[in-house]
């Protein structure tokens, strides 16, 4: 400890360092937005408005272009397809015709510089990756493993997951891709004969059905991101580039207390999807070609001419009868393209949920607007109930295909499952703070004269 009336460690100057940082970059982000705005003004003048008109037309008809590729066959696919590409040329041919397209691009730069600087201001005062409670246990003593060696292309072998474990004391039940079998009931014999870890080295849906019997007999759970694209272990901080890592956590890890997701009783490490991507994953032609399948049956799906009419409630509040539904275990980001797909928390207790209703161009190119758009509901809840038309309606759960009778209730276990992952991991990349030019005005004004005012100034 210092001594009385001395500055604590880092001292007056290291916070006037940190202050000035913060209150440059803010003022950076403003004067750069304020150039990206009047760049085109001192140019263009009067005609900046139409290149704003012509820019965002392009962007909805665009839009628009790809909702016909997506509920269309045969000839008028292909015009829509050709108006997709052509729509976007066109703007960039009218901007260049006009003489203005270098100012376009250093705006759409200059405005690129001003949300990164803006960021990182606002990030400098404290906003970044959520904290995430560690426990600390002893090593498991009897851990068993369950591998499967086509997952993920053979990263099983090729990451020589089978011979680490091993060494480092665990069991490990090699599953054989030819004869299919019940991963859950191998867990739980496992767990009848002693051990005390229960882990996986497969894709989320394999992962979900293990993890669930780990929640069942209350043993940790242990994720080995040997998948394919390994979306749990991303938003748990694991190293996805070499899972033999994951296996560190035997010997030198902790426990996260992490929740799961249930669709009646099937168990979802990451969501259940209810409409048209569930429908498409049900064909048999998927696996083989996924690109050709979906176009296939996506116009039938989206102009409801195919398929259950869904029928969502969120806590008992209605959801507008979506074409597409997705259901996670915690919401994903949906305010940053960069941050889609990822989860910021896992332990929440609150289910994330996605509608999509869209039935015409016009609500397709609002699409555009994110979170505002007409056609999209984003919440969270507790509880989630699907219901349809019919008895039965296609799901898609952590990416497997299921078919379930209705109701589908869809339910949150807050903290239920213990997952041991290594001390050493890359962790979960702090989530990028949203803007907010307000608060930018303020910083960039008010953060020096706030650390001079601490210095007695």
Known sequence: M??????????????EEA?????????????????AVLLPVIFAGTASVILLVVGLGGMGVTAAAVWWVLTRRGAVRIAAGALAVLAPLTVIGFYDAQNLLWVVMVSLGLWGV???TGRAAIRSTGFGAVPVTEYRTPAPERPFLIMNPRSGGGKVGRFGLVEKAERLGARVALLDPDHPQDVAALAREAADAGADLLGVAGGDGTQALV???AVERGLPFLVISAGTRNHFAMDLGLDREDPSACLDALTDGVELRVDLGFANEHPFVNNASFGAYAAVVQSPAYRDDKVRTTLELLPDLLTRQRGPRLIAQADGVRIPVPQALLVSNNPYRTDDPAGLGRRELLNS????VLGIKVDNAAQAAGLLRGRKAAGLTVRTAGEVLVDADQEEIEVGIDGEAMALSVPVRCRIAPGALRVRVPRDRPGVPA???RMDW???RKLGAVVGRTAAGRRGF
């Open 349 to 352: 207790g609150r289910l994330g």
């Open 2 to 15: 210092g001594l009385e009336g001395e500055p604590p460690s880092g001292g007056w100057g290291a916070d």
């Open 114 to 116: 001003a949300v990164w």
């Open 211 to 213: 993890a669930a019997v």
């Open 431 to 433: 989530a990028k703070p």
């Open 19 to 35: 202050h000035s940082g913060q209150r440059w970059s803010a003022r950076l982000s403003l004067t750069t937005a304020a150039l």
């Open 438 to 440: 307000r608060r930018l």
